[in-house]
């Protein structure tokens, strides 16, 4: 079975940098898989999601990402936005909300770019993300910009989950959750990707979510190019 994301030689290196700020021989993400990955502020934890979800794409020496087989680099921009669409979830550490859509034509959107999660979710799909995600019925038609933060992040949540992607990824979502949301929030989001068959993986400096997580991965013992900055 192929893996739901796979990671060959790769080397990213910033603009303008001399040295490479990511170098990863070989990372597998099976399907279905929850992984926790780990590291401090600056490790490039942000980057390598970026990485992984194709939003950047290293050229042709600088190894390869796949998602579902695909390769990122194989593919053009107009293809990769429509790959993207059908098959990945993201939960973005500034949320990326549209503020002057409402907070159910958020969470919809990634139905409306792809007929496959559309398909996937059928009716009502939004509303039951909100409700587990415990977003009252009177927040639903409000604009998402005048949320809280913490409101922000569930609705940037349920965005992710509609529709059962493959993959999800997470960006230090429990950033703004208080402890009793942060847990319930957790639970939704496994469950929700386990029912799905969809792999996650999360990303977080909080080390108390880890053992809830199938295979937990450090960040700069994978990556190369942290050992020979340090």
């Given amino acids: 079975m192929t893996a739901a994301v796979q990671v060959r030689a790769l080397r990213h290196t910033w603009p303008g940098a001399s040295t490479p700020t990511l170098v990863i021989d070989t990372l597998d993400i099976e399907a279905g898989q929850t992984l926790f990955l780990r590291g401090p502020s600056g490790s490039g934890k942000s980057t390598l999601l970026a ?4 939003v950047r794409v290293v050229d042709g020496d600088d190894g390869e990402v796949r998602l579902l087989g695909a390769s990122w680099r194989a593919m053009s921009a107009a293809a990769r936005d429509r790959h993207r669409a059908d098959h990945l979830g993201y939960i973005f550490q500034q949320f990326n909300l549209l503020p002057y859509l409402s907070v159910i034509d958020n969470v919809r959107l990634p139905c409306r770019f792809s007929a496959r999660r559309r398909q996937r ?4 799909a939004a509303e039951r993300l909100l409700e587990r995600m415990g977003m009252d019925a009177s927040l639903w038609h409000r604009a998402a910009g005048e ?3 913490g409101q922000q992040q569930r609705v940037a949540a349920a965005r992710a989950l509609i529709g059962a992607p493959e993959v999800v990824l997470a960006d230090e979502p429990t950033s703004a959750l208080d402890e009793d949301l942060r847990d319930a929030f957790m639970t939704l989001l496994l469950e929700r ?3 799905a068959g969809s792999a ?3 990303v977080s400096h909080d080390a108390r979510l880890a053992t809830r997580f199938a295979r937990r991965v450090d960040l700069p013992a994978l990556n190369a190019a942290a050992t020979v900055a340090a």
Avoid: Y
């Fill in 51 to 54: 990485l992984l979800a194709g």
């Fill in 121 to 124: 979710a059928g009716s009502g």
């Fill in 147 to 149: 949320l809280s933060v």
């Fill in 193 to 195: 990707c386990a029912e």
């Fill in 200 to 202: 996650l993986v999360f």
